[in-house]
């Protein structure tokens, strides 16, 4: 086995480590299988430090001096583990486990790497041509079994809705309890998120509030781009060419999760959601970040109270409408959703978190197909509050978090004028963004105001399980915010904490509704 040292001058350098595994007192060998050509594939522990007990894993070459260097990218190693999932191959273990590779039966006779900028990324990404096709190989750098994406191409490979599986491999310790993916191989999907369309379309709706912003006036008057009226209907004409992708973007949505609950269900009915288990950790959650929002958080405090008031109150609405309703069936579903993951010319998805892979498995029960709608939604509600404050600073010739705090109270205390162009950019933010999730996640892709998963003097559609999933995406997102010192993001957070604690309107029917 391999030294201790070695492992330690390996990794302390990468640049890919997370700060909490570089501070580890040390990295001790776990298990390690030759590959070939110089290669080894090392499991690693991180042992000490406040990522005690993580399991890193960590391909590497050996020069002839038996120095480390990180293999992950490598031609060598890309090609090695193309050529084994094409073959099907099976390699034992320094400990008595192995490492399975497994494939569709391609047979990759011709592999080769292409150039690839892929930006930062916590995992290994490398392109390849294999037989003509550019793949993917995607090598993860944290290894458990939370790591599902692999299995979950292998189950969903030819539905359409996902890139093309070519193979993977995971490490299956002594005993063979469990398998651990360490990698895989799928047909890369040229082309980008839906928040690229999206972003073009907003800026270039700045330019048409130009208007309303030279003339903006004193708080409650008639204000720019028309008022309220003519504000929603420039909105709505502006966001027309989209209107079609955002309709299939929404229909591909559907597909995907009635696909899912055919293949990875296997005609199973579906479980019960556990509402009153998730209400009480979101109730946990809440009261953990209540006291320590006390604590100072960067943040206005009459904001920070006003948002966890609503919260509370919003925690005991839901308690009320489950006690006077039935059970609600669970789903599974995409599990961590972002704009990024949702490609637009043709619609695909990546980067699949499924909380669970089947009926029996760790997680299955607790997901919902509004989970992804719910994640969807409050991505909107980031990327537009994001841009308004960008959009807002810039007029004002300020920086942009000043803008986003002040967007918190309406801009109390700011002079007149500076007030107004705070508030109609954010209100053009907030109307562009109620259009777009009318149009992207409910059924008839209405897109009137009334569509929000969330706004100011809206509510979630009344749907109990999509409020509480709504909860507790914030409520993640807001304690991570808290815990990473981000008073910016955590802003946007508290901004639409504020509108929950309210009764419910007529309800909506969602894309996804089971």
């Known amino acids: 086995m391999t030294s201790d040292t070695q492992l330690h001058e390996l990794l302390r350098g990468a ?57 992950q990218g490598s031609e060598v190693f890309d090609l090695a583990c193309v050529r084994l999932m094409a073959a099907g191959g099976r390699i034992p273990t320094a400990r008595g486990g192995h490492v399975e590779f497994r494939g569709d039966g391609t047979e990759a006779r011709a592999v080769s790497s292409l150039p690839f900028a892929h930006g930062w990324s916590s995992n290994s ?119 079609g992708p955002l309709g299939t973007a929404r229909s591909f949505l559907g597909g995907f999760h009635e696909e899912l609950r055919t293949r990875l269900g ?79 010319d043709p619609p695909r998805l990546i980067d699949i978190s499924t909380p669970g892979t089947g009926p029996g498995e760790p997680g299955w029960d607790e997901q919902s197909p509004l989970q992804d709608l719910v994640a969807l939604g409050r991505a909107l509600e980031y990327f537009s509050a994001d841009e308004a404050a960008y959009e807002s600073a810039r007029l004002l010739g300020v920086d942009a978090t000043e803008t986003m705090l002040a967007s918190l109270d309406g801009g109390v205390g700011m002079p007149p004028r500076e007030r107004s162009v705070l508030l109609l950019v954010f209100e053009a933010a907030d109307r562009w963004r109620r259009r777009v999730a009318g149009l992207l996640l409910t059924r008839d892709g209405a897109g009137g105001s009334g569509a929000a998963l969330a706004d100011h003097g809206q509510r979630l559609p009344d749907e109990p399980l999509c409020r509480l999933l709504y909860l507790r995406r914030l409520l993640h997102e807001l304690d991570y915010n808290f815990a990473h010192a981000r008073p910016y993001h955590a802003a946007i957070d508290l901004r639409h904490a504020m509108a929950l604690g309210l009764p419910s309107p007529l309800p909506l029917t969602l894309t996804t509704r089971t």
Request: aromatic letters at 8%.
């Open 15 to 71: 640049a890919w480590l997370p700060e909490d595994v570089r501070r580890a007192d040390r990295y001790a060998p776990v298990d390690e299988v030759p590959l070939g050509s110089g290669t080894t594939l090392f499991l690693v522990a991180v042992m000490g430090g406040p990522a005690h007990g993580r399991l890193l894993f960590a391909p590497a070459h050996a020069d002839p001096a038996g120095r480390l260097t990180d293999a």
């Open 125 to 243: 990404l490398s392109l390849l041509d294999i037989d003509g096709r550019p793949h993917l190989h995607k090598a993860y750098r944290t290894l458990g079994t939370e790591v599902r994406e692999p299995e979950l191409l292998r189950l969903m490979n030819g539905s359409g809705h996902t890139p093309r599986w070519f193979g993977d491999y995971g490490y299956v310790p002594p005993g063979g309890t469990g398998r651990l993916a360490l990698g895989v191989v799928y047909t890369y999907t040229p082309g980008s998120g839906i928040d690229t369309p999206l972003r073009a379309n907003l800026r270039a709706l700045w330019p048409r509030l130009a208007g309303g912003v030279a003339g903006a006036r004193e708080p409650g008057g008639a204000g720019g781009a028309g008022g309220p009226e003519g504000l929603e209907e420039l909105v709505r004409e502006h966001l027309a060419p989209l209107a």
């Open 266 to 344: 296997r005609g199973t009915p579906p479980p019960d959601y556990p509402v009153e288990r998730a209400l009480r950790a979101a109730d946990e959650r809440y009261r953990a970040l209540a006291e320590r929002a006390r604590g100072g958080a960067g943040l206005p405090p009459a904001a920070v109270e006003k948002a966890f008031g609503s919260l509370a109150s919003e925690i005991e609405l839901l308690r009320t409408a489950f006690d006077t309703t039935g059970t609600y069936p669970a789903g599974p579903c995409h599990g961590d959703l972002h704009l990024s993951h949702l490609l637009w």
